[in-house]
């Protein structure tokens, strides 16, 4: 397939024969010519021919004739086709998928995903999905980051002894990992910068459009840092490598979807928690749904940002190795950013010194024995750092305008769901 033509190139191959390959996407038969519509990575092209046409995604090998034609997709087609059948499916797709609106319901969507995905509206998603982990990866390699895989099977629960999957690990039990929160740590004692890109699995019984037992988290952690500010501008540097990389790299999806892409600030605006809770008139130790919304409106309208930090959340709602502030102990140096009115990224800067660990544990009224090897991290020294953490699909969501997560994630996991 050295010498085939991608959809989106036939244009440039005018007046040469050529050999294009994919699925049918639409036949087309008319009383004297017939129009085939191939679909592949890259998009749609047309042949034109007098012969028969194989079934609606059938896999087939073209070769013909590029003739210049305004309109036809991409403003070329193929004449004088010769059409290699490759396979031919043995049952029609769920529902017709060279229709520009797509004629199902999600349920439908998902329990077909392998033939559905192949919608170019329903793949859209995903490949702006693909283009965000491109922009993140991108972002962080250029501030002298280095990419780390850690294990998502664990022997202890990350964050707390809830909303783990247990599992039997050679007669002995184990969890799947629910963040690689502990691991990125100890490798900021390597390579002081890291990030990964991986699963991470909640056992929390959420049933909503916004949760998923299985998510794509994209982790950061960084070494001598001053404090959580030091993390949140990393942070603004990789949603922007992320957007960027978007634009270059799923134009066409964006298009297709009529999704608008924020811009984001030079300098995203912040506020603290306590000014929050002044500004919405609630007094609760953790941002309402509601609250998440009323303040993302308000930042737009005042500061024409669609993003917006709130820092300083209670030290009671955060993880046990969370720093507190210095100068307020019962606030954190925490932050979550707000996204469209959602909560998109949690992260803040780290306890680090040993001590300070088995004195936050202690006041919790916690064991450290559940976390020996994850102390014996500080054991050895560790800089002041931070970190953050971005759930994949709930940013391909928000950017996209879906409605529920599920509708961009390929194969989701949830209360219900186990298959595809």
Same mark, same amino acid.
């Given at each position: 397939?050295?010498?085939?033509?991608?959809?989106?190139e036939?244009?440039?191959?005018?007046?040469?024969?050529v050999?294009?390959?994919?699925w049918?996407h639409?036949?087309?038969?008319?009383?004297?010519?017939? &129009?085939?519509?191939?679909? $592949?990575?890259s998009g749609?092209?047309?042949?034109?021919?007098?012969?028969?046409l194989?079934?609606?995604?059938?896999? *087939? +090998?073209?070769?013909?004739?590029?003739? *210049?034609?305004?309109?036809a997709?991409?403003?070329?087609?193929l004449?004088? %086709?010769?059409?290699?059948?490759?396979s031919?499916?043995?049952e029609?797709p769920p529902?017709?998928?060279f229709?520009p609106v797509?004629?199902?319901?999600l349920?439908?969507?998902l329990?077909?995903?392998?033939?559905?995905l192949?919608?170019?509206?329903l793949?859209?998603?995903l490949e702006?999905?693909?283009?965000s *982990? /491109?922009?993140?990866r /991108?972002?962080?390699?250029?501030?002298?980051?280095?990419e780390?895989?850690?294990?998502?099977?664990?022997?202890?629960?990350t964050?707390?002894g809830?909303?783990v999957?247990g599992i #039997?690990y050679?007669?002995? %039990?184990a969890?799947?990992?629910?963040?690689? +929160?502990f691991?990125?740590?100890?490798m900021?004692?390597v390579f002081?910068r890291?990030?990964?890109?991986?699963?991470?699995?909640r056992?929390? %019984?959420h049933d909503?459009v916004?949760h998923?037992? +299985?998510?794509?988290?994209?982790d950061?952690?960084?070494?001598?840092?001053?404090d959580?500010? #030091? *993390? @949140?501008?990393?942070?603004?540097?990789?949603?922007a490598? @992320?957007?960027?990389?978007?634009?270059?790299r799923a134009a066409?999806?964006?298009?297709l979807?009529g /999704?608008e892409l924020?811009?984001v600030?030079?300098?995203?605006?912040a506020?603290h &928690?306590?000014e929050?809770?002044?500004m919405t008139?609630e007094?609760e130790? #953790?941002?309402?749904?509601a609250?998440?919304r !009323?303040?993302?409106? !308000?930042?737009?309208?005042?500061?024409g940002s669609?993003?917006? &930090?709130?820092?300083?959340? %209670? @030290?009671?709602?955060?993880?046990?190795?969370?720093?507190?502030?210095?100068?307020?102990?019962?606030y954190?140096?925490g &932050?979550?950013l707000l996204?469209r009115?959602?909560e998109?990224?949690?992260?803040?800067q780290?306890?680090?010194?040993?001590q300070?660990?088995?004195?936050?544990?202690?006041a919790?009224g916690?064991?450290?024995?559940?976390?020996?090897?994850?102390l014996?991290?500080f054991?050895y020294?560790?800089?002041p750092?931070?970190?953050?953490?971005i759930?994949?699909e709930?940013w391909t969501?928000?950017?996209?305008g879906?409605?529920?997560?599920?509708q961009?994630?390929?194969?989701p996991? $949830?209360?219900?769901r186990?298959?595809?």
């Open positions: 397939m050295i010498s085939r033509v991608l959809s989106a036939l244009a440039e191959h005018a007046g040469q024969r050999t294009i390959a994919g049918v639409r036949r087309r038969l008319l009383k004297s010519v017939s &129009f085939l519509v191939v679909r $592949d990575r749609l092209a047309q042949a034109v021919t007098a012969g028969d194989p079934a609606e995604e059938s896999v *087939v +090998q073209v070769t013909g004739r590029v003739t *210049v034609n305004p309109q997709p991409g403003g070329a087609e004449t004088e %086709p010769e059409i290699e059948l490759l031919r499916p043995v029609p529902f017709d998928l229709r797509v004629a199902a319901t349920p439908t969507v329990d077909h995903a392998p033939a559905a192949r919608h170019p509206a793949r859209a998603p702006i999905s693909a283009a *982990v /491109a922009g993140f /991108a972002a962080l390699d250029r501030l002298g980051f280095t780390v895989h850690t294990p998502k099977i664990v022997a202890s629960a964050e707390s809830a909303n999957f #039997d050679f007669g002995r %039990p969890y799947l990992a629910q963040s690689p +929160q691991y990125k740590q100890a900021v004692g002081e890291v990030y990964e890109v991986g699963p991470v699995f056992a929390e %019984p909503t916004r998923l037992a +299985q998510y794509t988290s994209l950061a952690e960084l070494g001598f840092v001053r959580h500010r #030091d *993390v @949140m501008a990393v942070l603004r540097e990789a949603v490598g @992320m957007l960027e990389s978007v634009r270059e066409p999806a964006v298009d979807l /999704a924020p811009g600030p030079d300098e995203i605006p506020i &928690f306590t929050a809770q002044r008139g007094d130790p #953790d941002l309402s749904p609250q998440e !009323w303040l993302s409106e !308000w930042a737009l309208k005042e500061h669609e993003f917006l &930090f709130v820092t300083g959340y %209670p @030290m009671a709602k955060r993880p046990f190795y969370t720093h507190p502030d210095p100068g307020r102990p019962g954190s140096n &932050f979550d996204f009115g959602l998109l990224v949690t992260g803040g780290r306890l680090h010194r040993h300070d660990y088995l004195d936050a544990l202690a919790r916690e064991s450290a024995e559940p976390y020996e090897g994850y014996r991290t054991a020294g560790m800089p750092h931070g970190g953050f953490a759930g994949l709930r969501a928000r950017l996209t879906a409605a529920n997560i599920r961009v994630t390929a194969f996991r $949830d209360l219900h186990l298959t595809p």
